[in-house]
């Protein structure tokens, strides 16, 4: 740690700082704990630096701000962090999005723990910025086309269909049995109510 703090005190002033200083970033991120002080002391002595946009380049960086940032309860600057990161690894980083987001509604109702439901309650409401994913969110919605077949066939036939007629749909629209199977359920679910 304090060859790291020497060293960039030594840079501070290098329009790049060196890759034997962003490796060494990386690795003390790595090996220290989440919470404890050493990570706060060298998070805070990375991001107070002038070149701080090099430093997140490394995903491990990247955590350690972000884990620092939800220990202290500063959601909106982890968010804003990972907005601006240049680190590769986009899927981790839209699950340190996603954690982002759990941790504030766990805070919001004093609980150490979320449902599924819950989780994706919040991965809809908060889902993660374009710079995250340059290619888009999945979409899981089926299309017009295939919806609208469904829909004929539950008006027409039936909204509970049998085993033999499941998979013949699927078959027919290319999806799997389970996915045909969980429509109609969700279906049935939405006429109820």
């Keep these: 740690m304090k060859q790291f703090m020497a060293m960039l005190k030594k840079n501070e002033n290098e329009h790049r700082p060196p890759a034997k200083l ?3 970033a990386g690795q003390l991120c790595q090996e220290l704990q989440s919470s404890s002080p050493s990570l706060e002391k060298l998070v805070e002595a990375m ?6 946009s090099y430093f997140l380049t490394n995903i491990h960086v990247v955590r350690a701000c972000v884990s620092v940032h939800i220990h202290k309860g ?3 600057a982890a968010c804003r962090l990972l907005e601006c990161c240049k680190a ?3 899927e981790e980083l839209v699950q340190l999005w996603h954690e982002i987001h759990y941790r504030r509604v766990m805070e919001k109702h004093q609980t150490d723990f979320l449902t599924p439901l819950q989780r994706f309650r919040c ?3 908060n889902p993660p910025p374009i710079s995250l994913c340059p290619e888009g969110l999945k979409n899981r919605n089926y299309s017009e086309e295939i919806r609208q077949r469904l829909h004929r066939f539950a008006a027409e036939v039936t909204a509970n269909p049998d085993k033999k007629q499941r998979e013949g749909l699927a078959r027919d629209m290319n ?5 045909v199977y969980n429509w109609f359920a969700n279906y049935r679910r939405r006429q109820k109510s």
């Design 88 to 90: 590769e690894e986009k």
């Design 123 to 125: 991965r809809k409401r």
């Design 47 to 52: 991001m107070g630096c002038k070149n701080r």
């Design 74 to 76: 500063q959601h909106d």
């Design 175 to 179: 999806l799997q049995p389970t996915q």
């Design 22 to 24: 962003l490796n060494l």
